[in-house]
């Protein structure tokens, strides 16, 4: 009997890690193959959630439609028990971000699909929509995405002073503004003359508020200069972040998973694995 569940025990192990390294890994073929047939499945899903949107091509297509959605759906559902079952770390992937992304974008398809009878309450075709979140799956199976989020998370300290800097100046941008214009102008408040502010320094200029007064103008005008230069400072950042990123190898190593390594490296600087062919 212990000879059995060991058997069964090892037999168990040998497929996670196998579908583990289909499912979680890309250096191989079997993997590249499942993420080129997710990718597609994703980007079809999200295209027949548009398509549902429109009421003239839902009424006539809806029923095929729907059908489509019922087997993506089922699709997602078995990959996301395949993740959880093959993941090193259930728990930890389960609360991870792709994790949650992965749980939000079907578990309203898939009540739909348990509870048909129900489908079209507006409240349930509300939850319908949650499906955009599959959108979010497609940045793990993109290799650039890697590089963008590093260079994101690299800049997110200069980033996040400079939203500071951005908040303090339309603030002090739409308390003048409420002083100098005032309510007979149309800014009624300090809040409506931030959101005035924001508007005009981003170069929106939606023109539902505009200054009446020589001295508002003459502000509004300033503002508009610094929104120019202003929008530049972000890119900027993201940019020499970027640079800095792409001289960094990230193939991942096939011993122990290091994905930092010199543009120029053929061996892993961890353990020493060959990296490069």
């Known amino acids: 009997m212990q000879v059995i569940v060991w058997v ?6 040998k497929i996670r ?3 583990h390294d289909v499912i979680f890994k890309s250096d191989s073929f079997s993997g590249r193959l499942f993420d080129i047939v997710l990718l597609w499945l ?25 059908g489509f959605e019922y087997f993506l ?32 974008s079907i578990v309203p398809a898939a009540i739909i699909l348990c509870l048909g009878g129900v489908q079209y309450l507006f409240v349930m075709r509300a939850f319908r929509l949650l499906r955009v979140f599959r959108i979010f799956k497609l940045s793990k199976y993109l290799h650039e995405g890697e590089v963008l989020a590093r260079a ?8 996040t002073l400079f939203i500071g800097v951005v908040l303090s100046s339309v603030i002090i941008m739409g308390t003048v503004m409420f002083v100098v214009e005032g309510a007979e102008n149309g ?6 003359s931030i959101y005035w502010a924001i508007v005009t320094m981003t170069t929106v200029g939606y023109g539902d508020i505009a200054p009446q007064t020589i001295a508002g103008q003459i502000i509004s005008s300033v503002i508009m200069i610094l929104g120019y230069a202003i929008i530049a400072v972000p890119t900027g950042i993201v940019t020499v972040e970027l640079s800095q990123g792409s001289q960094i190898n990230v193939t991942i ?10 543009k120029d490296a053929r061996f892993c600087k961890r353990c020493g694995e060959r990296i490069s062919r």
């Open 8 to 13: 069964i025990r090892m037999i168990n192990k």
């Open 17 to 19: 890690n196998m579908l």
């Open 42 to 66: 994703i980007l079809g899903s999200i295209v027949l959630l548009m398509m549902q949107s429109v009421e003239s091509i839902a009424l006539k297509w809806g029923d095929v439609f729907r």
């Open 73 to 104: 759906t089922l699709i997602f559902l078995i990959e996301y028990v395949l993740r959880v079952y093959s993941s090193k770390r259930r728990f930890g992937y389960i609360i991870s971000f792709f994790g949650i992304i992965d749980f939000i």
């Open 152 to 159: 994101l998370k690299a800049s997110r300290y200069k980033i």
């Open 187 to 192: 800014f009624t408040s300090i809040p409506l």
């Open 253 to 262: 190593c096939p011993r122990c998973g290091l994905d930092k390594h010199d």
